[in-house]
């Protein structure tokens, strides 16, 4: 599997991933990864639909968030994965707080580059649009992400990364492929970066339900 141990991808920074492993689908996802700080693996699922009682997954998702995240979670201290799992405002909060975040996602089952970039348009469109943020500036931030997926061809085991850092001001996304090596992104409108965190992070209405069960359920654990 194409893997970005070792590179630098995030701002000039230095990322390391630990040796240690956990399998994600049959997909090996490093435990932490280092930048400037610790990012340990809080949560984890896939994205799938189900046709005809077939199920076709298409990504492996590993949700890495620092450890300061749970001074900004104090008000959810005690609650069962069951309850975070349905809270809208527990997952507001952690998307608003200011840690640094990486989503990284795995393509289980190749796609066209220009599908997964309509896909996130129209979901990070539609909660902008929710939450009235949606103006020229976010409109032209969409286009220039779309476009960055439209020459890509999502391969098995392509890896697509989300960086989010602790200011909320921007975030990056990188595409690597095996062969190819990785492009990069910087996303430098502040709604459309928070709604690229909500899309993942964004409870019941999120792009993977097992990632946001998996979440709920360790952020008890974190939280116990």
């Known amino acids: 599997m194409f893997s970005l141990t070792g590179s630098k991808y995030v ?3 230095q990322i390391k991933m630990s040796l240690q492993e956990v399998m994600i689908n049959e ?6 990864i280092t930048t400037t700080k610790q990012l340990d693996l ?3 699922g896939i994205t799938d639909v189900e046709i005809h009682f077939l199920q076709i997954k298409y990504y492996a998702i590993g949700i890495y968030i620092e450890k300061d995240v749970i001074h900004h979670l104090e008000n959810w201290k005690g609650k069962k994965g069951t309850e975070l799992e349905e809270d809208d405002l527990f997952f507001d909060a952690l998307v608003s707080a200011p840690v640094e975040k990486i989503f990284r996602t795995v393509v289980i089952k190749e796609i066209k580059g220009s599908q997964f970039g309509v896909q996130l348009e129209n979901a990070v469109r539609d909660r902008l649009a929710e939450a009235d943020k949606y103006e020229e500036e976010e409109e032209e931030e969409l286009e220039k992400i779309t476009e960055f997926f439209q020459s890509k061809y999502m391969k098995k085991d392509s890896v697509i990364t989300f960086y989010f850092p602790a200011t909320h001001s921007t975030a990056e996304i990188t595409f690597a492929t095996e062969g190819k090596g990785e492009t990069k992104i910087k996303v430098e409108n502040a709604n459309v970066a928070e709604m690229m965190q909500k899309w993942y992070l964004g409870g019941p209405a999120a792009v ?11 952020f008890e654990e974190i939280l116990s």
């Open 42 to 44: 809080v949560g984890q």
């Open 11 to 13: 701002h000039d920074l």
């Open 208 to 218: 993977s339900p097992s990632t946001v069960k998996s979440l709920s359920e360790k």
């Open 27 to 32: 997909n090996p996802f490093p435990a932490e």
